[in-house]
């Protein structure tokens, strides 16, 4: 049976040994100018150091270049590229077709690889293998899908399927600095330029006693889920099927709380492929361990997992 890859979303480069040593497989990083809602962010020096830590260890670094993209930026997309061929990162993740186009402007479409993905959008197997004969070779599925539909997606997929396994997601994003704008109107000041590394802001709804952090950054604004994705306890179904990726988000998390994530679910994945019975004995231990080093005020969920998806 198919081992899936572990990829996982370091906050810094210091971080990215440990989360080898502790079962990661495949790294995310990347800077604000070009991808959306990192875990930290990673220069083109640091970029550099990164495929080079994680190609000695035989792991793979994809560069995020996600973001929503204006006519202001598109000139720098061609060499931000020609950088990253040159320096050997794995992949490159795009929602933006602008990405796809300049790709082919410098001729890195033949010698790199391209995942896709929307954060929302990729819901169904048609649209993946659209963007597969585009030249993406992954489809990074959407967190509102529930089981079936990733396995279904998996069953007709003609590229390789990711699914965000643990984590926190996001719930919505605009371009416009919204919370500055209302700070602004209310003679108050924000001070939102800068603010992505100072992600202090919770939208609280006292009804669901929920929390939902919020930033702003040059990419806009973001609200984020009130809970984290769990699925380290139903794993099976997905590892049947032969999901290629299992995604652990890093973002507003610390270094050793990631780590240790990471830990148990290489765990977690070894043992359901090696010793099915096992890992259904060990499943409770695994959801009481990762509650206990849980941030505070933020609980764990299954997220769309086992939920019936409205639009």
Not at 202 to 227: C, V
Not at 244 to 260: E, H, P, R, T, V
Not at 270 to 289: F, G, H, N, P, S
Not at 294 to 299: E, L, S
Request: glycine share 6%; proline share 4%.
């Amino acid at each position: 049976m198919k081992k899936p890859e572990l990829l996982v979303t370091p906050t810094n480069v210091d971080d990215i040994e440990p989360l080898i040593e502790a079962g990661a497989t495949a790294i995310m990083i990347g800077e604000e100018k070009f991808g959306l809602r990192l875990a930290g962010e990673f220069s083109k020096e640091d970029v550099e150091r990164a495929v080079n830590i994680a190609h000695n260890k035989k792991v793979k670094v994809y560069v995020a270049m996600n973001g929503i993209y204006h006519n202001d930026i598109l000139p720098s997309l061609p060499e931000y590229i020609q950088f990253l061929n040159k320096v050997g990162v794995d992949s490159i993740v795009f929602g933006d077709p602008a990405v796809l186009m300049a790709a082919r402007e410098v001729g890195a479409v033949n010698r790199m690889k391209f995942h896709w993905n929307t954060e929302t959008t990729a819901t169904n197997w048609y649209t993946a293998n659209y963007w597969g004969r585009k030249g993406a070779r992954r489809a990074v599925l959407a967190r509102e899908l529930n089981m079936d539909s990733i396995v279904e997606i998996k069953e007709n997929a003609d590229v390789e399927v990711e699914v965000q396994v643990h984590g926190m997601t996001c719930m919505f994003q605009s371009k416009r600095t919204l919370v500055g704008n209302y700070m602004e109107f209310q003679g108050k000041d924000l001070k939102v330029e800068g603010r992505s590394k100072d992600r202090s802001l919770f939208l609280h709804d006292p009804e669901r006693d929920a929390k939902y952090p919020i930033w702003e950054d040059q990419n806009g604004t973001h609200i984020m889920s009130p809970k984290d994705i769990c699925i380290i306890d139903e794993l099976e179904e997905m590892i049947d099927a032969e999901i290629d990726c299992f995604k652990i988000d890093g973002i507003l998390k610390g270094s050793d709380y990631l780590i240790k994530v990471t830990s148990l679910y290489r765990e977690a994945i070894d043992l359901c492929l090696e010793d099915r019975e096992a890992y259904e004995d060990k499943k409770e231990a695994y959801i009481e361990t990762i509650k206990r080093i849980q941030p505070p005020n933020r609980d764990i969920d299954t997220g769309f997992f086992f939920k019936e998806t409205v639009y």
